[in-house]
């Protein structure tokens, strides 16, 4: 059964930092290109960040590029997000998911996905 379990979200202002991680289980980690996605109220899933499985290659959602950073620790099973330079609205609840998901149309409903962790981005 894959597992995914994200956390490292809470609330921060305008220019703060986060640092999200989601470990990984149930399937072969080093094997496979992993994604942030995120949610903000009353909005649909927004792709983030994909990385490659290897950390080699790494993909961003133009809104968040030169802010956020995606690695990934294999011998832990573990795909971070560093999110600088928070904006308000980067507020969302943040999920971490299986494969690169660039252009898909996401359903939260019927993702591979963990619990999720909020990030509220507030003054």
């Known amino acids: 059964e894959i597992q995914l379990k994200e956390s490292g979200g809470g609330l921060v202002q305008p220019g703060g930092s986060l640092r999200l991680s989601c470990v990984a289980s149930g399937f072969t980690f080093d094997s496979t290109d992993m994604s942030w996605v995120r949610q903000a109220p009353g909005k649909g899933v927004e792709w983030v960040s994909t990385?490659?499985?290897?950390?080699?290659?790494?993909y961003y959602t133009d809104s968040v590029k030169e802010r956020f950073t995606i690695s990934r620790d294999n011998d832990k099973n573990t795909v971070y997000l560093q999110l600088n330079s928070l904006k308000t609205a980067d507020t969302a609840m943040y999920y971490c998911?299986?494969?690169?998901?660039?252009?898909?149309?996401?359903?939260?409903?019927?993702?591979?996905r963990g619990q999720g962790t909020q990030v509220t981005v507030s003054s």
């Open positions: 990385i490659s499985q290897w950390g080699t290659r790494t």
């Open positions: 998911t299986t494969h690169d998901v660039r252009g898909f149309d996401l359903n939260i409903e019927h993702m591979t």
